[in-house]
């Protein structure tokens, strides 16, 4: 967990490719909590803008665990976007 740590850590000072290639490799690992991961790689592309992949990777970590806080963070984004961006999803 110390690793999800210092990711998180990535994050807050907006070093969002440094957390997004900590990420990668925690996916590609046998690393137990993958959900976890997925949402904060989810958080890490919503940084960037990148809302498909934002929206992909909240919806895997929902699919591993039900009760992961990426099942709002992708209701709310879907939100957002629909309000704002209706094109976005015609790219």
């Known amino acids: 967990m110390e690793q999800l740590t210092l990711i998180k850590e990535h994050l807050r000072q907006n070093q969002v490719a440094e957390a997004i290639d900590a ?4 996916l590609q ?3 137990p909590h993958k959900d ?3 949402y904060l790689r989810g958080n890490a592309h919503r940084k960037q803008a990148d809302w498909r992949h934002a929206l992909d990777d909240y919806q895997r970590a929902a699919d591993l665990n039900p009760r992961s806080p990426a099942v709002e963070a992708r209701r709310a984004l879907l ?3 629909e309000f704002y961006n209706k094109d976005m999803f015609n790219q």
């Open 23 to 26: 990420l990668d490799a925690l």
């Open 29 to 31: 690992s046998d690393f």
């Open 36 to 38: 976890q991961v997925y």
């Open 79 to 81: 939100d957002i976007l």
